[in-house]
């Protein structure tokens, strides 16, 4: 990865995914464990498009981490535009959500484990294609009363979206109080929760930590809460994951969203997985208020991903064996 292709890099997140603008206050987080050539390369692109950049490095956090960092809750709150290359505390993400309501947007990207993917599921793709494939997903899924999920592992679960706002899942952060994740793009909604009930077949990744599953981890969920994990050493390990949360509502499916980046490859990083084509995500836990679910507050948030799924909404095939129907326009 050259310093050129990082600069490349920089400037398609700040225009592109961003849309900084000239006098704004541009704040980059980033941790111990960070690519700095990428965090530097963003830092100097938000120069360049005119912003008031801050750079701010910080010791790397986990999910239960409850130390204070007034610095970076003080840089996070004043800041318009926010970019994440760190892994935030729980108390991190809570001000980064305080920001938002006051205006500032944010989007994120977890460089860590992530490698080549990156930058070639940003810089090596057709945005604009994916972009229109989302827009057409999205007003599908908002006007949908029966998603139905199955694959040839197991998984048998279906629920309502109709009434749930749809996000697109591109990275991009226009308006005030958005936030979102890169490289995508994969869109993403929250079902309703009362609606969700079935099994879940679990046999392709668990995130935090990432890993690949060995055996398969069924998942019974009813109105939209697991109450019954099986399977092996995963199984009891993804059990034990949640539990030691001591959170009732870490076992609440929070949302739902499905791959439909084709650079992305499945295998390498859960970051890349929940972007390939046709791969589907179920996260579990912390839901963001952007969502507009009724699961409530969290300290935790776990994604699970299921390889080639077959959706049907409402009847219709949106997708089979991981492939999206060719109305999407996506090989």
Not at 40 to 60: S, T, Y
Request: charged share 20%.
């Amino acid at each position: 990865m050259g310093a050129m292709r990082w600069g490349e890099w920089g400037t398609a997140v700040a225009r592109t995914l961003l849309t900084i603008k000239p006098g704004e206050s541009f704040l980059i987080l980033a941790d111990t464990w960070s690519n700095m050539e990428a965090a530097e390369a963003c830092f100097v692109a938000g120069i360049n498009e005119g912003a008031m950049a801050q750079l701010l490095v910080l010791p790397r956090a986990v999910a239960s981490d409850t130390r204070v960092f007034k610095a970076a809750e003080g840089a996070i709150m004043g800041a318009d535009v926010i970019l994440s290359l760190a892994g935030l505390s729980s108390r991190l993400e809570d001000v980064t959500v305080e920001a938002r309501k006051q205006g500032a947007r944010m989007t994120s990207c977890d460089l860590r484990n992530a490698g080549e993917w990156v930058l070639v599921g940003l810089l090596d793709t057709d945005y604009p294609l994916m972009l229109d494939a989302a827009e057409k997903i999205a007003k599908l899924w908002e006007d949908t009363t029966v998603c139905h999920v199955t694959s040839s592992a197991g998984t048998d679960i279906s629920f309502q979206l109709k009434g749930r706002p749809c996000d697109l899942g591109d990275g991009r952060v226009v308006g005030p109080g958005e936030t979102d994740f890169f490289p995508g793009v994969t869109p993403s909604i929250a079902p309703v929760e009362s609606t969700v009930n079935g099994t879940i077949v679990v046999d392709g990744t668990v995130a935090s930590p990432y890993s690949v599953t060995v055996k398969p981890i069924i998942l019974h969920l009813e109105q939209g809460v697991i109450t019954e994990v099986e399977g092996g050493s995963d199984a009891r390990a993804f059990q034990e994951l949640l539990e030691a949360s001591g959170e009732a509502t870490a076992f609440h499916m929070a949302h739902f969203n499905i791959g439909i980046n084709a650079a992305g490859k499945v295998g390498n990083s859960m970051e890349e997985d929940e972007m390939a084509m046709g791969v589907v995500t179920f996260g579990f836990g912390r839901q963001d208020p952007d969502f507009k679910g009724t699961v409530g507050p969290c300290s935790v948030h776990v994604d699970v991903t299921l390889r080639a799924p077959n959706l049907q909404l409402d009847g219709v095939p949106m997708s089979e064996d991981g492939r999206l129907n060719p109305e999407f326009g996506l090989a």
